[in-house]
Each structure stands twice: as C-alpha cells, then as structure tokens.
Nanobody, 124 residues
Framework: QVQLVESGGGSVQAGGSLRLSCSDP????????MGWFRQAPGKGRDFVAA????????YYTDSVKGRFTISRDNAKNMVYLQMNSLKPEDTAVYYCGAARAGGIMTSRYTYSGWGQGTQVTVSS
C-alpha cells in the first residue's frame, strides 16, 4: 500500500516552533490537494490545513490560523507544515494525506495515503 512519510515532529515548549515534512517517495500523489490532520490521544483525526495542487490556495482550521503555514514543493514531492507559537493543545500525532477530487476538504475520509504520523508534544 502506497503511503506518505511524515517527519519533523518533536517536543517543544509552548511558544516554540516546528516544521513538519511530508514526502511522497513514489510520486503517487502528485497533482492532488494535500492536507495535514492531527489526532490527540482518545480523539478523532481532525483537519488542520490543506493546500491545492498548485499551492495557490491554502485552508486552515480556525485554531491554527495565523500560527501554522502549509506549503508544498511539487518538484520535490514534498508538503510542509510550519508551526509557530505552539500551544499545549497542539499536542497530537500529525498526519498528511492526499485528497480525492470532489471530497469534503475537512473530512479525513476524503484523504488517503496516511503514513505513520509524527508526534508533536508541546509542554507548558
């Protein structure tokens, strides 16, 4: 099964920054909208951000607007999530996924190719 590969997580104090990376080594998902989701312990996988195929449009859940930035480098088959001003409530496992056309952008069921995720832990 083809999977994306997430990396870049870690442990930081509140107010710190991390940059997550998502690679598509098989070039399977080139030309699709990509999204970042997160899953805290005991909770569902929630939408964080998405970026269109060209990178011209980005979308964020309200709680990360102004703090997180999603970007992509299509030449390298990479998607990034720059996270600044991190808060303890951002603690979760972060996943990237590739969206199918016509799906609901904020729904996890629109996306596929989930990798193993990368843990982000923010301490107060």
């Amino acid at each position: 099964q083809v999977q994306l590969v997430e990396s870049g997580g870690g442990s930081v104090q509140a107010g710190g920054s991390l940059r997550l990376s998502c690679s598509d080594p098989g070039r399977t998902f080139s030309g699709t909208m990509m999204g970042w989701f997160r899953q805290a312990p005991g909770k569902g996988r929630d939408f964080v951000a998405a970026i269109t195929r060209t990178g011209n449009n980005t979308y964020y859940t309200d709680s990360v607007k102004g703090r997180f930035t999603i970007s992509r480098d299509n030449a390298k088959n990479m998607v990034y999530l720059q996270m600044n001003s991190l808060k303890p409530e951002d603690t979760a496992v972060y996943y990237c996924g590739a969206a199918r056309a016509g799906g609901i952008m904020t729904s996890r069921y629109t996306y596929s190719g989930w990798g193993q995720g990368t843990q982000v832990t923010v301490s107060s």
